[in-house]
């Protein structure tokens, strides 16, 4: 199985930044996209942004474009998310997710999520 695990959210005041980080770890065979995903209370679960696993293409949610920019170490089994120009609007529950192989076959997997909180 693989494991997610997120660290870097936090409170910050609007105009701020802040940095995600999430590391895979466990029996991995092959990872293919990572990205990150977003839950507000009352929202949807959204689909912030997100990295592939070849040539590093990436995609954003229309509401964090300009702003929000995704990375990835695939050395490290490692992505990134650093968020500028933070705004209310922003708070959320953040949520890591990568696609990956491990013994079990193919399939999606989830962090616990990491809490940004975006307010004055």
């Known amino acids: 199985q693989v494991q997610l695990l997120e660290s870097g959210g936090g409170l910050v005041q609007p105009g701020g930044s802040l940095r995600l980080s999430c590391t895979a770890s466990?029996?991995?065979?092959?990872?293919?996209?990572m990205g990150w995903y977003r839950h507000a209370p009352g929202q949807e679960r959204e689909l912030v942004a997100s990295?592939?696993?070849?040539?590093?293409?990436?995609n954003y949610a229309d509401s964090v474009k300009g702003r929000f920019t995704i990375s990835r170490d695939y050395t490290k089994n490692m992505v990134y998310l650093q968020m500028e120009n933070l705004k209310p609007e922003d708070t959320a529950v953040y949520y890591c997710?990568?696609?990956?192989?491990?013994?079990?076959?193919?399939?999606?997997?989830w962090g616990q999520g990491t809490q940004v909180t975006v307010s004055s």
């Open positions: 990295i592939g696993a070849i040539g590093g293409s990436t």
């Open positions: 997710n990568t696609n990956a192989r491990s013994w079990g076959g193919l399939r999606d997997y």
């Open positions: 466990g029996i991995i065979i092959s990872i293919r996209a």
